[in-house]
């Protein structure tokens, strides 16, 4: 049974390395925690079971997937197969970004939350291994809790919410450190735009390139399983 006088909170988890983290580091704040994915088109499907295993490995008290069609509008090589997952960093905002992605998982967290009473928000964007996505800026983040405030009952009635952002300034070295002493087993999520069925990373595009960094970087093992052409 949940603790019912820990305070409750909506952590967004994607089943990647960052999710992971945020979901420990928000049960180590004693936050009963409602975890909370999306099945969005995104070709790299198989980072919801990585979510499941994240989600019941660090305790949260639920986890709910939403399903949405971002698909529908396209734009982005993680929700269109004709748009291809580019395997060498470049300049500018990328094709992996996803038109709206953050604004809309951010919208669904907070009506989430206000059903469940809670006022808490976790989210893992990070702005120092930026990947150039506007959506996971300090500035995004701030006018989004701003408009949660004005635009929900539990805002206008003096119960406000807060988003919580704990990787936005840190390393990905710092990350893996961070969720290494929590306790976070790394093996099992997953970060690859183009992960195999199995789960098995590409070791090529961007997302995978950033972890294997931050691997080495922290001086660690990297757990990741990848598929036996990668580079």
């Known amino acids: 049974m949940p603790d019912s006088t820990l305070k409750k ?9 960052d999710s992971a983290t945020v979901l420990a580091m928000a049960r180590a704040q004693d936050f009963a925690c409602h975890a909370l994915s999306f099945d969005y088109g995104q070709r790299h ?12 490995a660090l305790g949260a008290v639920e986890h709910k ?11 982005s090589a993680l929700t269109d197969a004709a748009i291809a997952v580019p395997e060498e960093g470049g300049e500018g905002i990328p094709v992996t970004y996803v038109p709206a992605r953050n604004t809309v998982f951010l919208a669904l967290a907070l009506g989430w939350a206000e059903v469940l009473a809670a006022q808490d928000i976790f989210i893992g964007v990070n ?4 990947s150039g996505y506007p959506d996971c800026r300090p500035e995004f983040i701030a006018a989004f809790e701003k408009t949660a405030n004005l635009a929900t009952k539990a805002g206008v009635e003096g119960r406000p919410f807060h988003i919580h952002t704990p990787l936005m300034q ?7 450190r961070t969720g290494q002493h929590l306790g976070v087993d790394y093996a099992i999520t997953v970060s690859c735009y183009q992960a195999d069925e199995l789960g098995r990373a590409c070791g090529r595009c961007d997302s995978c390139r950033l972890r294997r960094e931050g691997f080495i970087a922290a001086g660690t093992v990297d757990p990741t ?3 036996a052409d990668r580079p």
């Open 170 to 176: 840190m390393s990905k070295a710092d990350i893996i």
């Open 45 to 56: 499907r198989v980072e919801l079971q990585a979510a499941a295993r994240v989600a019941a």
């Open 127 to 130: 702005a120092v291994d930026y």
């Open 9 to 17: 909170a909506v952590v967004l988890v994607s089943g990647g390395l």
């Open 225 to 227: 399983p990848y598929a």
């Open 65 to 75: 997937t939403i399903s949405l069609d971002l698909g529908g509008i396209g734009g």
